[in-house]
């Protein structure tokens, strides 16, 4: 039974991941105010974080642990983005720039962090046996 709960979040977590990303997409089409837009777009991305941390907390405990190095490598992705990679944006945001780059840059990298978590939740569900 908690195998079973376990993939179900796992699917909850994935899709959730990806429907991020429309979803923070969307909110900069509709609101007027980037501002806000990125504040909301900022509290979603933290809100997986949190999923993601839980979901690899979760797992550390199960059976089989192991062999969820995929999702450990997301979860550590989405930390990554959120609590190192984030301040330095809002820094950049701030001040011009951080190390050199600009906050296009950084926002980048945060992008690219995001995507490769993704990926390695992908890569997560396509190797999970739903039998």
């Given at each position: 039974?908690?195998?079973?709960?376990?993939?179900?979040?796992?699917?909850?977590?994935?899709?959730?991941?990806?429907?991020?990303?429309?979803?923070?997409?969307?909110?900069?089409?509709?609101?007027?105010?980037?501002?806000?837009?990125?504040?909301?777009?900022?509290?979603?991305?933290?809100?997986?974080t949190y999923i993601g941390v839980g979901v690899a907390a979760l797992a550390l405990v199960l059976p089989g642990r192991?062999?969820?190095?995929?999702?450990?490598?997301?979860?550590?992705?989405?930390?990554?983005?959120?609590?190192?990679?984030?301040?330095?944006?809002?820094?950049?945001?701030?001040?011009?720039?951080?190390?050199?780059?600009?906050f296009g840059a950084w926002h980048g990298v945060a992008a690219a962090v995001y995507g490769l978590a993704c990926l390695?939740?992908?890569?997560?569900?396509?190797?999970?046996?739903?039998?």
């Amino acid at each position: 039974m908690i195998r079973s709960f376990f993939r179900v979040l796992l699917v909850l977590w994935a899709g959730s991941l990806w429907a991020t990303i429309w979803v923070a997409t969307l909110v900069f089409h509709v609101l007027n105010d980037r501002h806000q837009a990125g504040v909301i777009a900022g509290r979603l991305f933290a809100i997986e974080t949190y999923i993601g941390v839980g979901v690899a907390a979760l797992a550390l405990v199960l059976p089989g642990r192991t062999r969820f190095v995929w999702g450990y490598l997301a979860a550590a992705l989405l930390a990554l983005s959120q609590w190192v990679l984030a301040p330095v944006m809002d820094a950049a945001h701030r001040h011009g720039a951080v190390a050199g780059l600009p906050f296009g840059a950084w926002h980048g990298v945060a992008a690219a962090v995001y995507g490769l978590a993704c990926l390695a939740m992908l890569r997560v569900i396509w190797n999970e046996d739903f039998r």
